[in-house]
């Protein structure tokens, strides 16, 4: 009797080994489908990854390729903080879509120290000394917009007019002519795509940053425009926004207790 109870006993101990090995099985299973999920490289975001790191490494301003837009409603906290952005093949794929659109004759960028700029020439926007927006101009910046939502960069819109005198009750000159013209711009990417006002800025140069001389009908053409200019890392920083200019406010109440005790 004895001698049956400890070979019972034996035999049942002799097949635990199977529940460690089982358990050990299971848990190498579950790290080799960890292993073969992580393994499985999404390569349009590899893609993307590697040139935002290029970027990165050789100082240039990048852009995550097809990175969620980020823009639209962005504080200008965050948006003046942004991270390097390639601004030259951004502007070539706006390049490419303007070409698609049929819009290259209206349509122009280039790439200066404030970042890229877009020349959108002025026929195409608004009638002669006029600063409302035409229903060409609010289709032709329906199409830019979308491209424009891609960054988180700020945009500076100027207004640009030729030499032409102008002295109307409206516009006694061309600075009111060109300043009316970005603000109808800015009033129309605020209002009608929700860009945050925080974002976009306003400023009319006249006729006094021409691209062209103003010596025949076709130069003059070329200097009245709208630029639209998104800002580089660098000139984001220098933007004059909520996140950095300085505060006054509490130096000029302190200017008018220290004149109240003197008096």
């Not at 049942?12 to 489908?33: K, M, P, Q």
């Not at 200066?112 to 060409?136: I, Y």
């Not at 819109?157 to 030499?163: I, W």
């Amino acid at each position: 009797m004895s001698s049956r109870k400890k070979h019972e006993e034996e035999q049942e101990n002799s097949e635990r080994w199977l529940l460690t090995y089982c358990d050990l099985i299971t848990l190498l299973l579950a790290f080799f489908v960890v292993m073969y999920s992580m393994s499985q490289v999404d390569a349009k975001k590899f893609g993307s990854m590697s040139i935002h790191l290029r970027s990165i490494l050789t100082g240039q301003i990048g852009v995550l390729k097809d990175a969620p837009s980020i823009a639209g409603k962005a504080e200008f906290g965050n948006i003046a903080m942004v991270q390097p952005i390639d601004l030259q093949l951004f502007g070539e794929s706006i390049t490419r879509a303007v070409k698609d659109k049929g819009l290259k004759k209206k349509v122009v960028l280039a790439m200066d120290e404030r970042g890229l700029v877009v020349h959108v020439m002025d026929s195409a926007l608004f009638e002669l000394g006029k600063a409302n927006l035409t229903p060409e101009a609010q289709s032709m910046l329906d199409q830019l917009v979308p491209h424009l939502l891609r960054v988180p960069n700020p945009i500076r819109v100027e207004g640009h007019t030729d030499n032409a005198p102008i002295k109307t009750a409206l516009y006694p000159s061309n600075w009111e002519l060109s300043a009316a013209r970005a603000t109808a711009v800015v009033r129309y990417l605020v209002e009608k795509h929700d860009i945050s006002p925080l974002r976009v800025s306003a400023t009319g140069y006249g006729e006094f940053r021409p691209l062209a001389t103003n010596d025949s009908v076709a130069s003059r053409a070329k200097n009245r425009r709208i630029d639209l200019v998104i800002l580089s890392a660098k000139n984001a920083m220098e933007e004059p926004t909520p996140a950095n200019i300085p505060q006054t406010e509490e130096k000029d109440e302190e200017v008018s207790e220290e004149r109240t005790e003197q008096e």
